[in-house]
């Protein structure tokens, strides 16, 4: 399933809350000063893509207001079917869903020779092309190679989008041909009006927005993911509701065929436990915790931080151990027993 779009509630002005670097690339817009490559960094989900485009629609609108959302060239670009909008993707060729015969992972040289092609070739409205490369971490050091020359002799009227989660990857000398853009988390604030415009409100946007590390793409797509609720609620119920000792071997047995999906059940009870230290340290909204099990919702407003720090210690020592020759039921066994010895004080 294609993830929720947060283009929808996040539009090119938003990103000034981003900082000088995106305030002033919304400005050379405006002026038409901008460069002709831009690498745009930052974590998963915190709108790489969405600026990208918002920049491309900019570019290629053909309203009064640019961008205005609406036209259809504004319309192309969020499909991604503009024919000047380039889209570099690893497995596929340009701007489409046909893959490529090698290079799955990757983004291979022939895809840049393809792209290169594309962009000497005269934009079909006249205007300008954009080029938005995602993953650019991707490609091999010969695709590299190969963009450099493009980037070193830009045609005319062609602007590249190069958007990766670790810069660090490329070469030197590509990233010294790009103007670097860093986004950066979104305040909680932000997370939460775009999810309350995208329908979601209470405790699970809430919660989705704590768990998102400021990442809209991320809130967005957990808040719309019924079945990651459904597994958070049982997680809870088992790894906080322990009702006795003896329930511990069966609750561990329940999971002992889950080892695959363990770093996200260990990530899912951190995320709870985070949830609540933020809380009783004042820093988060009782809100969040307003469905957790009465023993640690007293937990958190009367615990000590040692109670938290405890539960996150064995959760780290789970991960560790899960590594290791330990078998996977007596790592959850020793962790429900770290939890419950917890519990007990409350
Ligand atoms: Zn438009």
Redesign the pocket.
């Known amino acids: 399933m294609e993830k929720i779009e947060p283009s929808r509630g996040v539009e090119l002005r938003d990103f000034i809350a981003q900082g000088t670097a995106c305030e002033g690339l919304i400005k050379t817009l405006e002026d038409g000063h901008f460069v002709h490559a831009y690498l745009i960094t930052g974590q998963d989900g915190v709108g790489k893509k969405t600026l990208a485009r918002e920049v491309a629609?900019y570019l290629l609108?053909?309203?009064e207001q640019?961008?205005?959302?609406?036209?259809a060239?504004?319309q192309q670009v969020q499909q991604g079917t503009h024919p000047d909008l380039l889209t570099v993707r690893a497995g596929f060729h340009i701007s489409s869903d046909q893959a490529t015969e090698t290079g799955k992972n990757f983004i291979i040289v022939d895809t840049i020779r393809e792209l290169v092609a594309k962009v000497n070739e005269h934009a079909y409205e006249g205007g300008y092309r954009i080029v938005i490369m995602e993953h650019a971490e991707k490609m091999n050091p010969s695709a590299q190679n190969a963009l450099l020359k493009t980037l070193e002799e830009p045609p005319e009227n062609v602007l590249f989008l190069l958007l990766t989660d670790t810069p660090g990857s490329l070469l030197p000398t590509i990233v010294s041909r790009c103007r670097q853009i860093a986004l950066h988390p979104w305040p909680d604030s932000t997370v939460k009006q775009v999810l309350a415009e995208h329908g979601y409100v209470g405790i699970r946007a809430a919660q989705a927005v704590q768990a998102s590390g400021g990442s809209i793409g991320k809130a967005l797509e957990m808040a719309g993911d019924d079945a990651y609720w459904e597994n958070r609620r049982k997680v809870m119920k088992q790894f906080l509701d322990i009702p006795d000792y003896s329930s511990v071997y069966s609750i561990a047995n329940e999971w002992k065929e889950a080892k695959d999906q363990g770093m996200e059940l260990l990530d899912d009870l951190e995320d709870m436990v985070r949830t609540m230290l933020l809380c009783h340290l004042g820093r988060a909204d009782m809100e969040l915790v307003s469905d957790f099990p009465a023993a640690f919702q007293k937990m958190t407003r009367e615990g000590s931080n040692d109670s938290f720090l405890h539960i996150l210690d064995s959760i780290h020592d789970a991960r560790r151990k899960r590594l290791s020759q330990v078998t996977w039921p007596a790592v959850l066994e020793r962790l429900l027993l770290d939890i419950m010895e917890e519990k007990k004080k409350w």
């Open positions: 629609k609108c053909t309203g640019k961008p205005c959302g609406t036209c060239a504004c």
